[in-house]
């Protein structure tokens, strides 16, 4: 009884430590995942890196692209740490588990090499026969036997739990051995990616200072990009403005259709209830004539009895009005709203906000939404429209949601823009050189609609410029697709 206590209180404490080892575990796998993922964004923009290196001169670009790998690297190592944190941490938990299950199983070769001792010297097939049948009731030798049995049947079940301990030691081997190995890997990549990190602080350093030095030209960059942008930014406002002011009127003009239309139909009613009541009326008159001419035939037979006998005269029916039409006190409230399509494309579009996809497959957002401090000169700010999204070159833009394609033209000095319609909301794709959709062309989400220009003369610059719009709002890219 004690061995089976005992026995029933390790199986819970094993239970209990693989319970915690599988949540543990679940969270090294995200960590990992983690990993893999800012790996991935530092092997983009190092082939971004890489195709600056065609031109020699220092650009803001190069170093945009410089300042995203090292915030990159430095989630990178912290990630590592935390994945190394929790490697020691189930290494030693394995380890305590793995003492568990070799000491049990000790406890279970000693017992069982005592009850196979005590099998061998009652191996005698007449002891066992005598050990029944001395028994002086019928049920004692009924329970001896039954326990003859028990006994065997319990030998065999503690060989079959050795089995099954030894494999789980095994097991744990196994997993020791694999995270060690991965412990090791990590460990190592960690120690690259800090040599990495001090390689990329140290170009950003040498790459500001080159790029102070040249603080009257940068500024004179900034003053073209942000003339630039402003041209763009008031085109794609002129155009959206007139799309919504289209819009409006077509929806007007479709509401003044159906009230002159419900206009119509109340004056053909009224029509209908005045003749109605015209007719009732000449009804009436002609009963009201039939009643006279009785009433003067009554007069003149009854005109010898007494002038105190009054005649009775039949009365006359009311002139019945026509009946009030419904419809007349609800001209007024009919209300115009989007099509049933806009509708739902609206309502869609407007429950995904923070789950759209980008409209790149990869790159970085290089610049943030709204007022942004310059990144070498000081007191030199930018106010974005909307946000820029660095990709490697030959990349392409992709709608982030269903839609409508509404808009696509041409804006001097900064090549194309596609404007889709979301409903109430528009998405703007600028800096595209080749435009794949036409206007009124129906697109789904992350189709290819234009691919993005690629600077020669920039380092192979490659910039998505994107907006969201509601109605004639702008609203915060950033908020809207994934992180």
Known sequence: MRFQNHLKLLVLIISFMTTIFSIQAQTVKDLEAQRKQTLQRIESTNKMLNETKTSKRSTLYKLTIIKKNITDRKVLIKNISTEIGQLDEQIARLDLEKAKLESHMQILKSDYARLVQEAHLN??????????????????????????????????????????????????????????????????????????????????????????????????????????????????????????????????????????????????????????????????????RKIAEKNRQIAADNKSKSAAKRTPRIKVKPEIKAPKDDNEDDNNNSTAGLTREETQLSGSFGKNIGRLPWPTSNGFISGHFGIQQHAVLKHVTTNNKGVYIQTPSGSTARAVFEGIVTQRFSIPGSNNAVIIQHGKYRTVYANLTQIFVREGEHVSAKQAIGKIYTDDENGNKTELYFQVWKDKNIQNPESWIAR
């Open 123 to 288: 191996q005698n097939m007449y002891a066992k026969i005598m050990f029944v049948l001395s028994a002086k009731t019928f049920d004692q030798s009924y329970r001896r036997l039954r326990y003859l049995q028990e006994y065997s049947d319990y030998r065999k079940e503690q060989v079959k739990e050795i089995e099954t301990i030894k494999l789980q030691i095994i097991h744990k081997n196994d997993s020791l051995q694999s995270h060690k190995t991965t412990k090791v890997i990590v460990v190592q990549q960690k120690e690259t990616e800090a040599q990495n990190l001090t390689k990329d602080e140290t170009n950003e350093k040498i790459l500001l200072t080159d790029l102070q030095k040249k603080e009257k030209k940068l500024r004179a960059e900034v003053k073209i990009q942000q003339r630039k942008a402003n041209d763009i930014n008031n085109k794609i406002e002129r155009i959206i403005a007139n799309e919504v002011r289209k819009a409006e009127a077509k929806r007007q003009a479709i509401q003044k259709r159906h009230l002159a239309e419900e206009n119509r139909r109340n004056a053909e009613n009224k029509r209908i209830a005045e003749n109605k009541r015209i007719a009732e009326n000449r009804q009436i008159a002609i009963e009201n």
